[in-house]
């Protein structure tokens, strides 16, 4: 019985390091088809976060090109609208200059048919005259200077708000 039990003891050791072999085979084929698996799993993420970091980029140099583009309109919409105010009020000192020497001399035209009464003014004869067949009365100098600054704060206001309106317009593009 001796003879078999270490017959059986032999077979039994051999079966036991086949199915070690086997199974440390079986690890060993496993770990390298989850690494190649892995691996490949791994440079298909890497190439989608290349891909994205790419496209960020990408969008990123287009906003600031955008911004460089607006900045340098807003540079030459403000130049622009300085040098249109600075005419403007060029203009308004020349026209407050002229009337303060006299040289200009502001007038309203008065309503013929309404002029009946006590406070009516005076018509005159003479035919000089720039306009025709209707009636002047010539304003003081102080009320015309009144009625020139606020005519120039009109205008500034109008040059702002043009300037506001090409903006509004410019930035609202998309």
């Avoid at 770990?31 to 890497?46: P, S």
């Avoid at 203009?91 to 002229?98: I, V």
């Avoid at 003081?140 to 200077?145: K, L, M, V």
Wanted: charged share 20%; net charge neutral.
């Amino acid at each position: 019985m001796k003879i078999d039990v270490v017959k059986w003891g032999g077979g039994l050791m051999l079966v036991l390091f086949l199915m070690a072999g086997s199974a440390w085979g079986a690890w060993a084929w496993q770990v390298n088809a989850y690494g190649m698996k892995l691996a490949t799993q791994q440079a298909a993420h890497q190439t989608m976060l290349t891909r994205l970091a790419n496209a960020s980029s990408a969008q990123i140099l287009a906003e600031q090109d955008k911004r460089f583009a607006l900045e340098q309109w807003l540079a030459a919409s403000d130049k622009a609208h300085y040098r249109d105010l600075s005419d403007e009020k060029a203009k308004h000192a020349r026209l407050r200059d002229r009337l303060a020497t006299a040289d200009l001399r502001l007038s309203v035209q008065l309503d013929a048919t309404a002029a009946t009464g006590c406070y009516a003014v005076q018509t005159s004869t003479s035919t000089s005259g720039v306009v025709y067949d209707t009636h002047r009365a010539q304003l003081d100098p102080a009320h015309a200077q009144r009625i020139i600054g606020i005519t120039d704060d009109g205008d500034q206001g109008l040059i702002a708000l043009q300037a506001c309106q090409k903006y509004a317009d410019r930035v609202s593009q998309p």
